[in-house]
């Protein structure tokens, strides 16, 4: 039996994909803003630029990057512990603002909007933490052989693209971060270039019958 993803997987991984955007966006603005720009995330961790915690938050990037790899390219034994890591991380997050007194909001300064999800996310996480879980059972019991599904061109199209956006963020967010308008380009450019990361991972149909297919 050869492997496929299914939809449980599908669904697990746009999850992963959702919640990725809180990380990769600071991310990226740490490395390109500068100084100037401030983040928090998770558990309290904060900082300016590359400066603070933000050595903490690469290894949740590199994580989260290893976790949509993985699991879009089927290499699925390492890939079962990391996905059931990931959940763990953002359940324990916002498991601690669930049961905190306190009101956590998620800001977003340039695009000006402030939404107060700290007691809405947990039980999503919750879940799908449990979903992961539940993949993983019957994913272990199926016997099937593994075929790495190759990188196809538009595979190798979409990563050229991904990398191809980075002078374009350093253009946006560090020489032309006198006006709010280019920090909300370089935002949505950033939202997108997630996408293209998980794009280019995404083993996509192939018409030849020993290809892995969706």
Known sequence: MKW?????????LFYVILSGFTYWLPMVRGLFDGSSYTWSGWMGLNGSGVGGDYWILLIFVFLMISV??????????????VLVIWFLLLTVESGSWFFSAESVHFKGDTLGFDVPFGKIIFPFDLLFLILSIVWIIRDSRNNFRFTLPSMKKINRILLILFFCLFPFQLLLFRILDYSVIFDEIGVFLTIFQWILLNLSFYPWKSSKKNKITL
């Not at 496929?4 to 697990?12: F, I, Q, V």
């Not at 949509?68 to 512990?81: A, E, Q, T």
């Open 4 to 12: 496929k993803s299914g939809k449980l997987l599908h669904l697990l």
């Open 68 to 81: 949509v790899f993985l699991g879009w390219r089927g290499i699925r034994v390492p890939f079962r512990f």
